[in-house]
């Protein structure tokens, strides 16, 4: 089983931009589905994006037009491209790939 480990997390003005990086242990060739999701203080764990092993992508309605999932089988990554982000958008980020969850990275949006 993989292992998943979040990077890119940290602190955006509203309007600004953040990468998330997901790096697995092991290749990801295997996973179908990968995703990001997203948990703020109160609030339930809910999907930001996901995206297939072809390359087919769904993304959350609050998202949509702002944040891009890409995948990297070769380097056994998925990315979570963060634009115009919002005071909404901080949350705790967690990487899922099959069963396995990372452990999270801190999004915090403010002015």
């Known amino acids: 089983q993989v292992q998943l480990v979040e990077s890119g997390g940290g602190l955006a003005q509203p309007g600004g931009s953040l990468r998330l990086s997901c790096v697995a242990s092991g290749t990801i060739v295997g996973i179908n589905t990968m995703g990001w999701f997203r948990q703020a203080p109160g609030k339930v764990r809910g999907l930001v994006a996901s995206i297939t092993r072809g390359g087919t992508t769904n993304y959350a309605d609050a998202v949509k037009g702002r944040f891009t999932i890409s995948r990297d089988n070769a380097k056994n990554t998925i990315y979570l491209q963060m634009n115009s982000l919002k005071p909404e958008d901080t949350a705790v980020y967690y990487c899922?790939?099959?069963?396995?969850w990372g452990q999270g990275t801190q999004v915090t949006v403010s002015s």
């Open positions: 899922w790939g099959g069963t396995t």
